[in-house]
């Protein structure tokens, strides 16, 4: 034992010697290390943790853990009502139970629950800032010397990150949801989709107009084909077929297989004739172009959709009003959060008789009017020529106008 002290003490000693010989070393180098990154001290300012307080975590965990069990509640009153409702179309069609789950209600469920999120905000700040007021914390919070714009502090806070989640869901994540969901309502619940089309023309290149007399998306056919192109306002090409197939596993978009074609060339006052019973061709249309369902627009990611948008308009089409509505119907709705929760504190923080019941109705037809506003601005844009833009931001200015208002006479 004696011997493996003294090894023990020797190595320490040895240890010892070599921080004392390098000691003035390793000091350099960490001033010098110090000293290049003393740049990024002003991180230590811009950290927003840095300003969040011991009564902003009190607030947002309320705010939060509410928003979810609201969510969480009226989305389960939701499915209940849901499969009474198609629970005979499900057995009829002989829906698998894992389709059921996995394909329709693994998607309805956040579909819903981002299209009512406004609705589940209002009602998350209602409810527990009531409690709160009806506590009396909210009134020793302001004897405290806490102002109300203080107190909005962690309010806002939680709206950021709920409209970023929002948004986040509805640009990228639901659109490829709903298709799956849309896929299963057509095979099990309602056997109605629009999958043909007749007399389609449209513009698909800059003085190029296609033209099908009849398309059927089952097969991705079309069948009395042609296709016009243009220069100076004069024919100059025309080419017809019989069949014109899309080519769906190709590795690039727009390739075309057509049957039976012809194409006659115009130089002038001479015509050049070519034909032959099957050509590969590239054309700037696919089948989405084409057909349209209802609800086709909520099936396309943000980029998607402002790629179709660019695309529909050089193409000079018309039928881009409801894309446009839904494009930044998503961006306005995103901000509901913030106009909302500001009108649920101003209404519920004041401490009166009678409970919550007063402002959780108010909160209630404020949401509700939200929402319809919504729906009616969206259907005047698509009906009206409204200017979408306008169209879908009409509610947030409304309620804006409502949420400085109530601002203005909130307790101070």
């Not at 109705?361 to 404020?366: F, N, Q, R, V, Y």
């Not at 844009?381 to 947030?396: E, S």
Request: charged letters at 20%; hydrophobic letters at 45%; proline letters at 3%.
């Amino acid at each position: 034992m004696k011997r493996k002290n003294i090894r023990r003490l020797r190595h320490l000693l040895h240890i010892l010697r070599w921080w004392r010989e390098h000691t003035t070393a390793l000091r350099r180098a960490m001033a010098w290390i110090a000293k290049k990154l003393g740049f990024l001290r002003f991180l230590v300012y811009i950290n927003p943790l840095r300003y969040i307080k011991v009564l902003d975590w009190y607030i947002i965990r309320k705010f939060i853990g509410t928003y979810i069990y609201s969510i969480a509640l009226i989305i389960s009153i939701s499915i209940v009502f849901d499969v009474n409702e198609n629970l005979a179309k499900f057995s009829q069609y002989h829906a698998p139970l894992k389709a059921v789950v996995f394909d329709y209600y693994a998607n309805f469920v956040p579909y819903f629950a981002n299209l009512f999120s406004p609705l589940f905000v209002f009602i998350a700040v209602i409810f527990f800032t009531s409690k709160l007021a009806s506590n009396s914390e909210i009134i020793s919070m302001l004897a405290a010397g806490v102002s109300f714009k203080r107190l909005m502090r962690p309010y806002m806070i939680s709206c950021v990150l709920i409209s970023t989640l929002s948004f986040f869901l509805s640009a990228y994540i639901i659109p490829h949801g709903t298709v799956i969901r849309q896929n299963f309502e057509t095979m099990y619940k309602n056997k109605k989709k629009n999958t043909s089309a007749d007399n389609v023309m449209l513009q698909v290149d800059r003085g190029v107009i296609a033209y099908i007399q009849h398309y059927d998306n089952n097969m991705k056919k079309g069948y009395g084909f042609s296709l016009d192109k243009f220069e100076n306002k004069k024919l100059v090409s025309h080419m017809t077929a019989m069949e014109a197939q899309y080519d769906t596993i190709s590795d690039s978009k727009y390739h075309w297989t057509l049957a039976n074609w012809k194409v006659r060339e115009l130089r002038g006052l001479k015509e050049h004739i070519t034909s032959g019973a099957q050509r590969d061709t590239v054309i700037m249309m696919e089948p989405t172009d084409l057909v349209y369902s209802k609800g086709q627009q909520e099936t396309f990611t943000s980029p998607e959709l402002k790629e179709y948008i660019s695309k529909q308009m050089n193409r000079g089409s018309s039928n881009v009003v409801q894309y446009q509505v839904e494009y930044h119907k998503r961006i306005a709705s995103s901000f509901a959060s913030f106009i909302l929760t500001t009108i649920g504190l101003s209404l519920s923080s004041r401490k009166r008789k009678g409970g919550m019941g007063m402002y959780l109705g108010i909160g209630l037809a404020l949401s509700f009017g939200y929402i319809m506003l919504q729906t009616v601005s969206s259907t005047f844009a698509i009906n009206a020529n409204t200017p979408p833009i306008i169209a879908a931001w009409i509610p947030n200015i409304i309620f804006a106008i409502v949420a400085y208002f109530c601002y203005k006479k909130a307790p101070n």
